[in-house]
């Protein structure tokens, strides 16, 4: 599930990444072909429709031909690595539990709700998303008429004909993408692997963004759906949604030419004392990216409360990251390896900001209660509304006591928080 909103920021941060690519179009020619097949299952079942019912034999054919509509697309020469999410790292496991927990808890109240209004459940309403696990019936069920089908096409169909295709089903512990970058992994050390392959991956998590950048492979993109974003106020960057989970048109979000820019960019620093000729390497550039990438969001780590992609997190990181690496004398990370005590110096300089982003939170959440306020017909007093205010907030707009300010403002309060993340959590597994 990864970061949110980090597709939507890169997108505006650099605008030529997304390249359009209708059904009707060749795409450039692409070797490697990788299915993360969850976001697919998840698309195909119950999508974002809540009107959408569907019997479980139309949920596989439509899985069927989701599949082979982004093969005849992507036409792959070499390979086609099906993925399916086994069992996940302990890391994510309790995530994954309390999320399909309260999934099932939704779903019992809601319909116990339909029951005690006299109605009954349609069975073709009952298909529970929390089958998409490894080892339930469904995806036992779903995992042999995907291998019967792959079968066929391979039989039948000359554009399948022609890449091996390699089926990791749910029985194989780890999530989708990363069997995917352990099989690349695995490529790059067989001798006489070509380095010029184009690898294409399809899905729709941000994650794949990370994981991509650090195959450090020259020619690799991304195929997703056209998405759709919503306006919201002020300008700042929303959560993505599907438009269409069988739509038509595609993008290929090109990591290759995100390297280039990242190039064009971090080479604007000027010169490195310490490192050789002076210049950046746009290699380790890339692993430290994906590092300060991991304080905003993360399925595995907790991310800093204040660093928002859309109150302007992620920029303020690169500008200090672009202002310090200069005297930092090396990069954080080397092969994997992260020095302590440079991620240090970007962290304090962060710490620092952190005060500045709580007293705008604050300031926020004072005009919208003064507007809220004013929209209720200005009950009390029109001139009390600024105080009526202040006291609800518990001083929280004069930010006095951060700490007690922390506890007593709604927007810093921990469960609020946690409700906001499970909203982008819930629109990020439709998406999937």
């Not at 010029?196 to 941000?206: E, T, V």
Request: aromatic share 8%; proline share 6%.
């Amino acid at each position: 599930m990864g970061i949110p909103k980090f597709y939507r920021w890169l997108s505006e941060r650099y605008p030529l990444l997304n390249m359009s690519v209708a059904a009707t179009e060749a795409p450039p020619e692409i070797d490697n072909l990788y299915l993360d097949m969850n976001g697919i299952i998840h698309n195909c079942t119950h999508a974002n429709d809540p009107n959408l019912k569907l019997t479980e034999t139309e949920m596989v054919v439509r899985i069927f031909t989701y599949l082979d509509k982004l093969i005849q697309i992507i036409k792959p020469q070499k390979l086609v690595f099906m993925a399916i999410d086994g069992v996940a790292p302990r890391a994510k496991m309790n995530q994954q539990r309390a999320r399909r927990f309260k999934s099932a808890k939704e779903r019992e109240a809601r319909e116990a709700e339909i029951k005690a209004r006299g109605e009954e459940i349609d069975p073709a309403t009952a298909f529970d998303s929390n089958c998409i696990t490894p080892g339930t019936p469904f995806m036992d069920r779903l995992g042999r008429h995907l291998r019967f089908f792959v079968r066929r096409k391979m039989a039948e169909d000359p554009v399948w004909q022609k890449p091996n295709v390699i089926f990791s089903g749910h029985e194989v512990p780890g999530e989708g993408e990363h069997k995917i970058m352990e099989y690349i992994r695995w490529q790059k050390l067989q001798p006489g692997y070509p380095p010029n392959q184009r690898h294409c991956m399809y899905g729709l998590d941000a994650d794949l963004i990370m994981l991509s950048l650090v195959t450090h492979e020259p020619h690799f993109c991304l195929l997703r759906e056209v998405v759709a974003f919503s306006g919201r106020s002020r300008g700042q960057p929303t959560r993505e949604t599907l438009d269409n989970p069988c739509a038509e048109n595609f993008i290929l979000f090109q990591i290759g030419l995100l390297r280039e820019y990242f190039e064009v960019e971090f080479g604007l620093v000027g010169q490195l004392p310490w490192a050789p000729g002076g210049l950046v390497d746009v290699e380790r550039v890339v692993d430290d990216f994906v590092l300060f990438c991991m304080l905003v969001g993360n399925d595995f780590l907790p991310a800093l409360p204040t660093m928002d992609i859309a109150e302007g997190g992620l920029n303020k990181l690169i500008t200090m990251y672009k202002d310090a690496l200069p005297q930092l004398g090396g990069y954080l990370t080397d092969a994997g390896d992260l020095h302590h005590g440079r991620l240090e110096v970007l962290l304090r300089q962060l710490a620092e900001l952190e005060m500045a982003t709580l007293q705008e939170r604050a300031e926020d959440t004072e005009w919208f209660e003064n507007k809220k306020q004013k929209r209720g017909g200005g009950r009390g007093g029109g001139g009390g509304g600024g105080s009526g205010t202040g006291a609800s907030l518990g001083g929280f707009g004069k930010l006095r006591d951060p700490g007690l300010a922390a506890l007593e403002g709604g927007l810093l309060d921990p469960l609020a928080g946690a409700a906001l993340e499970d909203e982008e959590d819930e629109e990020e597994a439709k998406a999937q």
